[in-house]
């Protein structure tokens, strides 16, 4: 496609669900960079990949996060036991190299915990 | 650790006129870029401007510049001639080690 995109675009979860959130990058763009952006903040990095390799998942807030590129193309960040701080919109970006750092976003995913 | 700063949560301007949007950042490393970033009420996230920090000449692009101040760890965003198309949330952004370290935002609201 164009650009980056994402599902779904809007999400509400049950306390104690599990959540899958999906980003499809800009084709052949090597990095991929999930962001969480909290309602009337900036976004806060939480993982970055480089093809299938997860070379930095510093910024996962918990356990709970967990994501994966199996097949350095499709990401899926996947929350387990869905927690109301969780309510926030998820973005994904793409770039094209390994250490390009100009990024194309997603339209995000706005997913809400109740 | 990098931080970035932009204490302006809300900015006004007239239409046609030009706003300064301000950002300060703190960091120990000597090559970085810098970004600004908006991103309108659909929530998608775009590149207004970046600048190399190696670079002493300030970016441009179109309407948008920015005033670098590498030694005093500055780079703030000048608007010209706004546009109603112009209001939305601006992000300035710090790239270092793989990561983006995003300011707040400030809410750029135009008048027409």
């Known amino acids: 496609g164009a650009g980056v995109s994402q599902s779904p675009r809007y999400k509400v979860a049950k306390r104690g669900q599990d959540v899958a959130l999906r980003c499809d990058p800009i084709s052949g763009h090597v990095s991929l960079f999930w962001y969480q952006q909290a309602l009337g903040q900036g976004p806060e990095f939480l993982t970055y990949?480089?093809?299938?390799?997860?070379?930095?998942k510093s910024g996962l807030p918990s356990d709970r996060f967990f994501a994966e590129r199996p097949e350095g193309s499709v990401s899926t960040l996947k929350i387990q036991r869905t927690q109301q701080e969780d309510s926030a919109v998820y973005l994904c970006?793409?770039?094209?190299?390994?250490?390009?750092?100009?990024?194309?976003f997603g339209p995000g995913t706005r997913l809400t915990v109740l | 650790a990098q931080t970035v700063t932009q204490s302006q949560p809300e900015m006004s301007v007239q239409e046609a006129e030009t706003v300064t949007l301000s950002c300060t950042y703190d960091t120990s490393e000597s090559d970085y870029y810098l970004f600004w970033y908006k991103q309108p009420p659909s929530r998608q996230m775009i590149l207004v401007i970046r600048?190399?920090?190696?670079k002493q000449q300030n970016a441009t692009e179109n309407r948008f510049s920015v005033n670098f101040q590498k030694a005093a760890k500055s780079f703030s965003l000048k608007i010209s001639d706004s546009q109603l198309g112009d209001a939305a949330m601006y992000f300035c952004a710090f790239w270092g080690n793989y990561q983006l370290i995003w300011g707040a935002g400030t809410k750029l609201i135009i008048k027409p």
């Open positions: 970006a793409s770039s094209e190299g390994a250490v390009d750092n100009e990024q194309f």
């Open positions: 600048q190399e920090a190696y």
């Open positions: 990949f480089q093809n299938e390799a997860q070379l930095d």
